[in-house]
């Protein structure tokens, strides 16, 4: 095991640590969303922001396991700090010569993947991480990594109002305006919780839903007894790939950025359409049967093939109805296997599901 150094400006850094006035404080439900969020992100069991003190690593928050610290000489965060513009990836622990033989690898909570974003302060100091960790042996994609960076500076920006309420209730002095402050405070965290929970169902590029909140639309549409008829559709854009390589990344983000607002016209009325990942998109028809549904899907095909993109673009559609006892996950792949009959007997058309 090698022991993690200490940065050369350590004690600047634990004085910018100790004005937090955080270090052995309560839990705080602000900072226990942004470690679920990004647990549920990254697709690990295990997340925690951490602290490093002069010799212990001290867990503000932390899932999946039961903890309040560690110590510093074992800790993977103290050698995240060490490079505060990057995040820190241990893909595989027991392939590391810094961790194979560290007590929480060999140990509980037997630790064979990290990912570390560094919390940095205001003026530029490494105080702790967010960090997101496994049992298992992960890769952590790009977008991942810039949503863990990103998680890590809301954790910051968490981290600077909670500074600054303790510092109304240190300095003033007259109720009224104790009380202002500490409202707009508390908006603010309002705010930005509200913001974060957008950004986790939100996809950046086509500002349509996510994956993840199809899903929760899905077993909404799904809901009730008796259950209701609904539908759902899986789009693919034809060729794809040849757009990317011939009309280069930007022109195939325009494409997919103009199919996202057609999507969202197209279904504004009843039901919700979301991005399902790559060029795949998905639709949820609620109170639908599946011949309305296909015809929705004829009209949303037609509607493609005439954006004015400058250059053909087509899609592939599988549609399926919902089935009293079916899982949502069983609708889906239903519906892809529609979507891969679509491309197979020729693309541009929509299949319907048995």
């Known amino acids: ?9 350590e004690a600047l850094r634990l004085e910018a640590l100790y004005r937090y006035r955080i270090l052995d404080s309560e839990r705080e439900k602000s900072f226990d969303d942004l470690v679920v969020i990004a647990k549920a992100v990254c697709g690990t069991s295990m997340a925690a922001v951490t602290l490093i003190d002069v010799e212990r690593q001290w867990f503000k928050s932390i899932q999946g396991i039961d903890a309040a610290e560690n110590l510093r000489s074992e800790s ?8 505060p513009q990057e995040i820190m990836v241990v893909e595989d622990a027991l ?12 140990g509980d909570p037997h630790i064979r993947f990290y990912a570390g974003a560094p919390l940095i302060s205001s003026d530029g100091l490494p105080l702790g991480t967010l960090c997101v960790f496994d049992a298992h042996p992960q890769h952590l994609a790009s977008d991942k990594a810039e949503a863990l960076a990103a998680l890590s500076r809301q954790v910051m920006l968490v ?12 300095h003033m002095l007259e109720r009224d305006d104790y009380e202002r402050l500490l409202s707009e405070y508390q908006d ?18 086509t500002g349509l839903p996510n994956r993840r909140a199809m899903a929760a639309a899905l077993e909404e549409a799904v809901a009730g007894n008796p259950p209701t008829a609904a539908c759902v559709a899986l789009l693919d854009i034809d060729h794809f790939k040849h757009i990317n390589d011939f009309q280069g990344h930007a022109t195939g983000d325009r494409v997919l950025a103009e199919l996202g607002a057609l999507l969202r016209s197209h279904f504004a009325g009843r039901g919700m359409a979301a991005r399902y990942g790559g060029e795949e998109f998905v639709a949820v028809m ?12 004829e009209f949303l095909r037609l509607a493609v093939a005439d954006l ?5 673009v087509t899609i592939s559609i599988g549609v399926a109805q919902h089935r009293t006892g079916e899982s949502v996950d069983e609708t889906l792949a239903r519906a892809d296997k529609a979507l891969y009959r679509a491309k197979g007997n020729g693309r541009n058309r929509v299949e319907r599901a048995g």
Request: charged share 25%; glycine share 4%.
């Open 1 to 9: 095991m090698i022991k993690p150094d200490k940065p050369a400006n």
């Open 76 to 83: 993977m965060c103290g050698h995240a700090i060490l490079q």
């Open 95 to 106: 392939q590391d010569i810094r961790f194979h033989d560290n007590p929480v690898v060999t």
């Open 159 to 170: 981290m600077e109002l909670r500074r600054f309420a303790l510092d109304i209730q240190k």
């Open 188 to 205: 603010v965290l309002l705010a930005q919780n509200a913001d974060l929970a957008a950004q986790s169902r939100t996809d950046d590029l």
């Open 286 to 297: 609620p109170g639908t049967d599946l011949r309305t549904a296909e015809l929705q899907c």
């Open 308 to 312: 004015p993109l400058g250059f053909p």
